[in-house]
């Protein structure tokens, strides 16, 4: 399995502290993997807010209101359930910051369209109160390997969408 690189954790924990910003997770093909490095990291009880798996179509919908349209319309593993996981749970943890996870880790599940690999990561930020500058991102992504290197690579780029995004703060 690639390892999970710890320093992407130790700066998003030092941006977080900086800004007195807070982030919660959204996973579906992580499983709880960017929620685990996320904590790995002392005193993540200062930003670190919450974690869910939502693995199933139903547990999209009942823990972070992903619609039941875009799951039809589009499948899990698409931008809009993307974009829907990350505003789901940055609004229901009311957070700073949110990153959402849906893809296809492999071996199997993939398509055409959809191969093994791909996988959406959603980035959310909830800017404060009539500002109008809160939004929600979300960018695909193809990594190769297998289920192990896509989980890892997965992480690591969540996080660092994470970075970038808190240093282009609005």
């Given at each position: 399995?690639?390892?999970?690189?710890?320093?992407?954790?130790?700066?998003?924990?030092?941006?977080?502290?900086?800004?007195?910003?807070?982030?919660?997770?959204?996973?579906?093909?992580?499983?709880?993997?960017?929620?685990?490095?996320?904590?790995?990291?002392?005193?993540?009880?200062?930003?670190?807010?919450?974690?869910?798996?939502t693995y199933a179509y139903g547990a999209k919908r009942?823990?972070?209101?992903?619609?039941?349209?875009?799951?039809?319309?589009?499948?899990?593993?698409?931008?809009?359930?993307?974009?829907?996981?990350?505003?789901?749970?940055?609004?229901?943890?009311?957070?700073?910051?949110?990153?959402?996870?849906?893809?296809?880790?492999?071996?199997?599940?993939?398509?055409?369209?959809?191969?093994?690999?791909?996988?959406?990561?959603?980035?959310?930020?909830?800017?404060?109160?009539?500002?109008?500058?809160?939004?929600?991102?979300?960018?695909?992504?193809?990594?190769?390997?297998?289920?192990?290197?896509?989980?890892?690579?997965?992480?690591?780029?969540?996080?660092?969408?994470?970075?970038?995004?808190?240093?282009?703060?609005?």
């Amino acid at each position: 399995m690639d390892a999970i690189d710890l320093e992407r954790s130790r700066a998003v924990a030092d941006a977080l502290a900086e800004t007195d910003d807070t982030v919660a997770v959204a996973e579906s093909c992580t499983g709880g993997l960017i929620g685990a490095t996320l904590t790995a990291i002392p005193g993540s009880s200062d930003y670190f807010e919450s974690g869910a798996t939502t693995y199933a179509y139903g547990a999209k919908r009942r823990a972070l209101g992903v619609s039941r349209e875009s799951l039809d319309e589009h499948g899990a593993v698409s931008e809009p359930v993307a974009l829907e996981m990350a505003r789901g749970v940055r609004d229901t943890c009311d957070v700073t910051w949110s990153l959402s996870t849906t893809g296809v880790a492999g071996p199997s599940g993939g398509s055409e369209d959809t191969p093994v690999g791909t996988v959406y990561i959603g980035v959310a930020y909830a800017g404060p109160w009539g500002s109008e500058s809160s939004y929600a991102t979300a960018s695909r992504y193809e990594f190769d390997g297998d289920r192990a290197a896509v989980r890892a690579k997965t992480v690591s780029q969540a996080l660092e969408d994470l970075l970038t995004a808190i240093g282009n703060r609005p």
